[in-house]
Structure formats: C-alpha cells, structure tokens
C-alpha cells in the first residue's frame, strides 16, 4: 500500500504491484494528522483530568506502585524497578521522564500533599536534579492510597493498555479534589494550563458548602477557599477583588512574595531574614540575582547575601547601614528579584477526561463531588452484587446443615453428587459447587450459628445499599461523610495539614528613586584619553599625578558626589548616563566606559561631565550643525542612551558646552570667526538642528566635493563682557568690541582678533 499526497487532486491510482496509492490534498492531509497529535497531546500528556487532577503518567506511576503492594506503611523498592514497570506495562516512554514524574511528587517543595514517599536524594529547592533512579527507592503516601481507594470495587472504569496485554484505569477514583489540592501544570497544542495547589482542609470545606448549595456564589465559596496554599508558604498579597475574579472566570495571577523578619544584631545592628520564598523559585538563582543587583550597585542600600539555610530556609540580607529602612530595602528587593512572583493561573482542564476547557473554581468542585457520586453508586453497586453472590453461598450452606446427614451421604454414595443435590435440594450451580468445596471443619454447630448471623447482617447491609441507590440525598450524605474523614486525615489538624501561605494587604509604597537609596560620599571621577573610568575616594588635587596603562593619560578628571550622575557624549550624537556609584573604584586603572554604556567602537568619547538639573546644552557637528537642548532631556535611562543630534555622511559630533550667555561665537578650522545672539538657535529635542556657520566646498583629489575646514570650536558669552580665550603662560585676553564680528546665523565670519590661539578653540 502506498500513500501519496497532492496538493489539489484526489483521485486513488493503482501502481505496479497492485496496490493502491491515495491521492489527498496536502491541506486536509496535513490538518487530519496535526489534528491527531494535537489531541493526543491534549488529552494524553499534557492537560489534568478534573476528576482526579492527574495526567496519564501521574496516574500510570500510582497504579503500577499499587500493582506492587508499595503501601505507604509497607517497604521501599527501588525507583528503576516502579519506573521499569511503568514504562513496560502502562507507559511506553522514556524511563528518565517517567522517573523525573515520579521525582516530582516526592518533592516537597513542588506538591503539597506529596504521593509519593521517596528515600534518597529526590533533589531539592535549590533546583538539583535527583540522584539517579538506581540509587533512590519509593513508596506510596497516604494521600496516593486515598487517590486509589476503590479501584477493586469496581469504582471506575478500565482499559487496555497500550499493547493489549493488561488492563489499566482511565481515571481513579480520588477521595479528594486532588487537581485543586497538587495543582497542575502542562503545555499542549493551542493551550495551557497552570492550576496553584491549594489546602485540602478549605477544599473540604467549600465541597461540603457546594453540596448543601448547588448554586453556591463564588464569593461564597471564597469564604471557604480564600487563596492558593504554596508547598513554600510564602505569603499572597494578590487583592481579594483580583483573587475573586480569578476563581470566577479560571485566569487571572497571583502575587506572590517571600516571608521575611528582622533579626536584632549587637550596637544597633540588624539583618533581614528570608524563611520562605516564592513557589517553584529556586533557591540558588535567587540567591545569584541578589547577588548581581549588590554587584551592579542597582540596590546600594544591600551590602550582603547569605545562605544559611539547613533543613529550613535562611536567606540572610544585611543592610548597608543600619540607618536604612527595612521597608524600604524589602520593597526595593521585591520590585528586583524573584522574592516576589506572580503565578499566572490558567485553569485549563479535561472535563471528564474528553472536553478541555478553562474551568472556574465552582466547575472544579462540582465536576470532582459528580465524579465522587459516580464513585459512590459504582462501589455500592460492586458491593451490592457481592452481597448477593455471598446471599446465595449462605442460603446453600444453610441448606446443607439442615440436610447435612443426606448431603454427606450423597458425597460418599455418589459418582456425581452436585446434579443429585441440586434436584433433591433445589440448590443452584453457584450453592452446590460452594457445599463440596466445604471444609469438613466447617460441619461444626458453631459455624451453623455464625452463618445465620452473618446471613442476617449481609440482608440489613443489603437493604441500606438499596436505599442508598435509590436516594439521591442519601448519597450526598454519605459522599459529605467521606469528605469530613479526609478533611479530618488531611486537614488542618493533621501532620503538615494547616495553611502555609499566608493573606495579607501589600503596603502602599512608592518607588524610591536610586540616588536616594545611595550615601552621598565625595570622589573624584578620572577618564582617561583611552576611556578607561574609576572613581577615587575623597576630592582629590586635579593637579595629582595618577597611573595609567602604557600609552594613556588622564582626560577628564572632576569632583563628584556618589549620588551624581555623569552624562557622556558620544561622536554618533547618542548621550549616555551613568551613577557615580556604579564607578570601579580607584584602587587600579579602573573599567573601560564602552563595558558601562552601549557605546560603539567606531564613536569617540566626545565629552564627560557631571548632570545638573535646570541647565542647557548646546550641541554642534562637525558640519556646523547646531541646536539648544535642556539637559534633563538628555539623560538615559538604558545603556543604549539616547539619540539627540542625528549626524550622517562624514560628519560627527564634535562640540557639547553649557549654556552661560546671551551670544553664541563660533569659530571654524580654516579661522573664520561669527557671533549671533544665542536667541537665534533653536530649543530642540532631537535633530540635526540648524546651521551655524557657512563653510566652502572644495573637490578633493578623487572628484568629490568637500568641505573646506568645518567646525573647530563653539562656545557662549554674555556680549557685554565679552568675549575671553586662553593666552600663553596662564593669562586670557577678553575682547570686549564684537561688533566686527557680530552677523547673521549660518555665515561664513571673519577672521578672529589678534592673539586669538593659532588651533581655533576657545579653551
């Protein structure tokens, strides 16, 4: 047989051999088989059932433990040996992910009532793997064997298996609402699910209220069930109103946070001790990222972490000085790194193991106490035909002592004595063949006697299993009744039974701004001409001589505070900023600015200096390009900085000065000098901005045009002070009578006064 698929035609072809090739278009061809894996994912590996809360492989893993008798108050068997059975018998997968399952729901920092009962290492919250299947053993948990109860009596149904040979159930009959209490994850095809665990005890609790009020509201049952209940405590300041709509409508989130205390410490210190942090975080990648925000300086008021954890969760965070406000350093940490999640709920799950759909809390409750009835009725039922079979044997016992001299007789005289005895006695097949297999130890009066009685009870046990069939209300009664023993096995007064998540109302707080967590400390900032930046302590001579690499020197060097900021410009026309503090210190040749700032190899470092707030800058290009900027629209919030004076062709940012006059002076660098009112310039944000000077064109060797000089230098003045500029041996001349050189934006100058410095620059 052949398969042949074309992208329009559909026709069936017969080939050489006789068979027969399908011809089918591409689209229906590829949509019919997608559509087959997609199902099988959905319903086969990914999405809980909502009748038992378990995926096959869960359920797979507790059938085969309970095949071999791995009672939770019986022995251990090596974890290969459960995996190896469920890989052969039930689940044809690989062994390591059937083992990883199973390592799971031993762990008890992933499921909050654990069913499996793992000895050896089954890893742990700082994310290790579990040691390897052959150095670890298992067994069931109480809670595995509440899941299982009734499987032998007929409670749910069964199927083959993937090869024929045995017989495995489609789901069990769970005497808890496993999926609320495990919770549940996966990711099929087109959908997810993420279900949080939540306490067995409230769960009862809201069941019960479900069963006394069909159409019980979800506030009502949010009474019962106020949040999820973590393996890791943690504590939930998720609004009620937010927790509300999530369990009406099965999507919403959940926030998440750590628990933390202080500890007093000698001289009025202290630290921060974290004892829980947030579901399926692990501990090792928290402790890194903490580690990395007191690195970058992102949170100067932590000085420290420490893991001092044991048995129970210590993380210890010491503060930078004592002064700092607890409140402060916790919010700025929960705002930085995972102490504080949010758990994305998505309630996606199969409704009697066939539909997906997202399901309210209300949908998941009455779907578990449907499928608890069904249980009921189904064991009640199995019991109920056991009762009779057994009705049956007792009636031909009973016979046969009152007859019990002709019963022997004909067993000894007889070549085939069970037609006889069902002729002379009436006695059915199933009586005649349980008399002849009667021990003769049984021919005593006393067992006469305990075979009424029992007769007896099996009628009275009879009649309540009628009654209970036949009332809807009886069933109710006794599925509450079961519910109360779980709750009493499993809830708040049982071993590891009460809520570990803690409610509680997230503070108002407001976001403090970085330079307030940082302690204002003088330094002095040194970069040199090669862009090597560090920070000295203290405010230093600017005259020091200081130690740089081979072939460098010092460029810019100023007093700063630690709280400052520094702005740098680069040559692509990008500013940049940095904090004072994040600066290596000064102990050696410090850190190159391109590791700090996105800055490109190919840009130069145009300027360095310290931010203040209220001033402006004038920015210009080397084609004479210009425009007045506020400098608070300069500063960046990301290490790529942000664009300001667009530059293209062969020009690039060369000038970047503080605003301090009312005239701007601007000399080129074949010395042509102009002067215009600095009201002549535009405020922009953003540009190439306006010309400043005109320059000649001139052809170059190759053929092009271009131009002759561009800009040298600029600066601003107050006209009537004049105008001042760097003369030999530390002295300055002013030129206080512009007026020659006074003219119109955008022209070409004249040349400057006498004495004006021979490279064109202003200082």
């Given at each position: 047989m052949y398969h042949r698929v074309m992208a329009d035609e559909t026709d069936d072809i017969k080939d050489d051999e006789g068979g027969v090739t399908v011809s089918e278009p591409l689209r229906r061809a590829i949509g019919e088989r997608y559509l087959q894996y997609a199902l099988s994912t959905i319903m086969h590996r990914a999405l809980p059932d909502a009748r038992d809360g378990l995926k096959p492989v869960h359920r797979r893993i507790l059938y085969a433990m309970r095949e071999l008798k791995l009672a939770s108050n019986g022995g251990f068997r090596k974890s290969a040996k459960i995996s190896g059975d469920v890989m052969g018998n039930y689940h044809p997968h690989g062994d390591q992910a059937i083992y990883d399952a199973m390592a799971r729901l031993a762990q008890d920092f992933n499921v909050r009532y654990p069913l499996v009962d793992g000895q050896g290492n089954f890893g742990n919250i700082d994310g290790d793997n579990p040691a390897a299947?052959?150095?670890?053993?298992?067994?069931?948990?109480?809670?595995?064997?509440?899941?299982?109860?009734?499987?032998?009596?007929?409670?749910?149904?069964?199927?083959?298996?993937?090869?024929?040979?045995?017989?495995?159930?489609?789901?069990?009959?769970?005497?808890?609402?496993?999926?609320?209490?495990?919770?549940?994850?996966?990711?099929?095809?087109?959908?997810?699910?993420?279900?949080?665990?939540?306490?067995?005890?409230?769960?009862?609790?809201?069941?019960?209220?479900?069963?006394?009020?069909?159409?019980?509201?979800?506030?009502?049952?949010?009474?019962?069930?106020?949040?999820?209940?973590?393996?890791?405590?943690?504590?939930?300041?998720?609004?009620?109103?937010?927790?509300?709509?999530?369990?009406?409508?099965?999507?919403?989130?959940?926030?998440?946070?750590?628990?933390?205390?202080?500890?007093?410490?000698?001289?009025?210190?202290?630290?921060?001790?974290?004892?829980?942090?947030?579901?399926?975080?692990?501990?090792?990648?928290?402790?890194?990222?903490?580690?990395?925000?007191?690195?970058?300086?992102?949170?100067?008021?932590?000085?420290?972490?420490?893991?001092?954890?044991?048995?129970?969760?210590?993380?210890?965070?010491?503060?930078?000085?004592?002064?700092?406000?607890?409140?402060?350093?916790?919010?700025?940490?929960?705002?930085?790194?995972?102490?504080?999640?949010?758990?994305?709920?998505?309630?996606?799950?199969?409704?009697?193991?066939?539909?997906?759909?997202?399901?309210?809390?209300?949908?998941?409750?009455?779907?578990?106490?449907?499928?608890?009835?069904?249980?009921?009725?189904?064991?009640?039922?199995?019991?109920?035909?056991?009762?009779?079979?057994?009705?049956?044997?007792?009636?031909?016992?009973?016979?046969?002592?009152?007859?019990?001299?002709?019963?022997?007789?004909?067993?000894?005289?007889?070549?085939?004595?069970?037609?006889?005895?069902?002729?002379?006695?009436?006695?059915?097949?199933?009586?005649?063949?349980?008399?002849?297999?009667?021990?003769?130890?049984?021919?005593r009066r006393l067992e006469e006697m305990e075979l009424k009685a029992e007769h007896e009870a099996l009628l009275i046990e009879r009649a309540e299993l009628e009654d209970l069939l036949a009332d809807e209300g009886l069933q109710w009664g006794r599925i509450s009744d079961q519910l109360r023993d779980i709750r009493k096995q499993f809830g708040k007064s049982a071993p590891g039974g009460a809520r570990r998540t803690e409610l509680a109302d997230a503070p108002d707080f407001e976001e403090v701004p970085l330079e307030a967590m940082i302690e204002k400390e003088p330094i002095t900032v040194v970069c040199s001409a090669m862009g090597w930046i560090r920070a000295m302590k203290g405010h230093i001579a600017l005259d020091t001589e200081l130690k740089f690499k081979d072939g460098d020197e010092t460029r810019f060097v100023f007093h700063a505070q630690t709280t400052d900021k520094l702005v740098l410009f680069g040559s692509n026309g990008r500013f940049y900023t940095l904090g004072a503090a994040a600066?290596?210190?000064?102990?050696?040749?410090?850190?190159?600015?391109?590791?700090?700032?996105?800055?490109?190899?190919?840009?130069?470092?145009?300027?360095?200096?310290?931010?203040?707030?209220?001033?402006?800058?004038?920015?210009?290009?080397?084609?004479?390009?210009?425009?007045?900027?506020?400098?608070?629209?300069?500063?960046?919030?990301?290490?790529?900085?942000?664009?300001?004076?667009?530059?293209?062709?062969?020009?690039?940012?060369?000038?970047?000065?503080?605003?301090?006059?009312?005239?701007?002076?601007?000399?080129?660098?074949?010395?042509?000098?102009?002067?215009?009112?600095?009201?002549?310039?535009?405020?922009?944000?953003?540009?190439k901005g306006v010309r400043l000077q005109k320059y000649k064109m001139a052809r170059s060797a190759q053929g092009s045009l271009d131009l002759d000089g561009g800009l040298s230098d600029i600066t601003t003045f107050n006209l009537a002070s004049g105008l001042s500029w760097p003369m030999g041996g530390g002295k300055t001349r002013t030129e206080t009578d512009m007026s020659d050189w006074i003219g119109k934006r955008a022209g070409a100058g004249k040349r400057p006064p006498y004495g004006f410095p021979k490279n064109n620059r202003f200082g």
């Open positions: 299947a052959r150095y670890t053993e298992a067994r069931m948990t109480a809670a595995a064997e509440a899941l299982l109860e009734g499987l032998a009596e007929d409670a749910v149904d069964f199927r083959d298996n993937y090869d024929g040979s045995l017989r495995e159930p489609v789901v069990l009959p769970a005497a808890f609402p496993n999926l609320l209490a495990n919770g549940s994850s996966g990711i099929a095809v087109g959908m997810a699910t993420n279900i949080p665990p939540h306490n067995i005890g409230e769960l009862c609790d809201a069941a019960l209220h479900l069963i006394k009020a069909p159409n019980a509201r979800d506030e009502t049952l949010l009474e019962h069930v106020p949040a999820p209940d973590f393996p890791t405590g943690g504590v939930i300041v998720e609004p009620r109103e937010s927790i509300l709509n999530t369990y009406r409508t099965g999507r919403g989130s959940i926030r998440l946070r750590a628990r933390w205390q202080i500890e007093e410490l000698p001289r009025g210190q202290w630290q921060v001790v974290v004892t829980e942090i947030p579901y399926s975080v692990q501990k090792s990648k928290l402790i890194e990222k903490i580690a990395e925000l007191i690195q970058l300086k992102k949170i100067p008021i932590l000085a420290d972490v420490r893991d001092e954890s044991a048995e129970d969760i210590r993380l210890v965070l010491e503060p930078r000085a004592k002064t700092v406000d607890s409140n402060v350093l916790m919010e700025t940490l929960f705002r930085q790194s995972d102490l504080e999640t949010r758990f994305s709920v998505n309630m996606n799950v199969l409704i009697d193991g066939l539909t997906p759909k997202v399901c309210s809390l209300k949908e998941i409750l009455r779907a578990f106490l449907d499928h608890r009835r069904d249980v009921l009725r189904r064991r009640s039922q199995h019991r109920l035909e056991k009762i009779d079979h057994r009705l049956e044997v007792l009636e031909g016992y009973i016979i046969a002592f009152l007859n019990l001299d002709r019963v022997i007789a004909i067993i000894r005289n007889e070549d085939a004595p069970k037609p006889i005895m069902m002729a002379e006695f009436d006695l059915t097949d199933v009586q005649a063949e349980a008399i002849l297999n009667m021990r003769l130890r049984s021919l600066l290596p210190g000064g102990r050696g040749m410090g850190e190159p600015l391109r590791l700090m700032v996105d800055l490109p190899n190919e840009a130069a470092i145009v300027d360095l200096f310290l931010h203040q707030p209220g001033r402006k800058l004038l920015v210009a290009s080397t084609a004479g390009d210009g425009f007045v900027i506020p400098e608070i629209d300069v500063i960046a919030q990301t290490r790529s900085g942000r664009q300001v004076l667009n530059v293209k062709d062969k020009a690039v940012a060369k000038i970047c000065k503080a605003v301090v006059g009312d005239h701007v002076a601007v000399v080129s660098e074949n010395g042509k000098l102009l002067v215009f009112p600095l009201t002549d310039l535009p405020e922009m944000n953003r540009g």
